[in-house]
């Protein structure tokens, strides 16, 4: 098998009246996660990737340190941007979430706006390019974490990623040029989809369904 570049849910002009344009979707999904799932294409036979999952390559990468970066660089930005396809819809964001998820932030954060502050605060401080996440962490908690470039929280360990927020300038740029905090912000209040969270909440996390 080969790893493939999976459909977005939604039209290419879909979410740009939610603040993310025609155009950075085409590049966005159409040119940079490309040539991540080519890249990794390239390694399966070289790195001995034959028969893993994606999220069985992540981790083992992550395990390797920097012998693992090769890997995990590809790896990783392809399952982050699976995921971040899934997590965002037309009209998403506000306030109005699902009553498990919003419960279980609610116990876990203290409330709907400190859990959207620390987000957009982990990704402010995510200096250079990386990644901010909603995790549920080994003892069941919900987790606000970053990482750099393409690590996620299945290769560090941390937990299980129910949302993630690219903030990588290719992005956020033609829509918010170097505001990253305006595209958190929208993210956030314009873009989430509560509904694909709160099921992966339920679910254990997003399965890709990709092998090598
Ligand atoms: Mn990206």
């Known amino acids: 098998m080969a790893f493939s570049l999976p459909s977005l849910p939604y039209d290419v002009s879909a979410l740009a009246a939610s603040g993310m344009c025609?155009?950075?979707?085409?590049?966005?999904?159409?040119?940079?996660?490309?040539?991540?799932v080519t890249a990794l294409n390239g390694l399966v036979?070289?790195?001995?990737?034959?028969?893993?999952?994606?999220?069985?390559?992540?981790?083992?990468?992550?395990?390797?340190?920097?012998d693992g970066l090769p890997v995990l660089n590809q790896a990783g930005q392809h399952w982050n941007h699976t995921l971040f396809w899934q997590v965002m819809k037309p009209n998403g964001g506000g306030d109005s979430l699902p009553a498990q998820l919003g419960a279980k932030i609610d116990a876990d954060f203290g409330g709907l706006a400190q859990f959207k502050e620390a987000f957009k605060q982990a990704g402010v401080t995510q200096f250079g390019?990386?990644?901010?996440?909603?995790?549920?962490?080994?003892?069941?908690?919900?987790?606000?974490?970053?990482?750099?470039?393409?690590?996620?929280?299945?290769s560090t360990g941390e937990g299980t990623p129910i949302l993630g927020a690219d903030v990588w300038e290719h992005a956020y740029y033609l829509d918010f040029r170097n505001v990253r905090p305006g595209?958190?912000?929208?993210?956030?209040?314009?873009?989430?989809?509560?509904?694909?969270?709160?099921s992966l909440l339920s679910s254990g996390g997003l399965k890709s369904g990709q092998s090598a």
């Open 183 to 198: 595209y958190l912000d929208n993210f956030l209040n314009k873009l989430v989809n509560w509904e694909v969270v709160d």
């Open 45 to 66: 036979e070289s790195k001995g990737l034959a028969g893993k999952t994606l999220e069985q390559i992540v981790a083992e990468a992550g395990r390797a340190g920097a």
């Open 129 to 154: 390019s990386g990644w901010a996440w909603l995790i549920v962490d080994a003892s069941g908690k919900l987790k606000v974490t970053k990482t750099a470039n393409g690590a996620n929280p299945i």
């Open 22 to 36: 025609q155009e950075t979707l085409e590049l966005h999904h159409g040119k940079h996660h490309n040539a991540y």
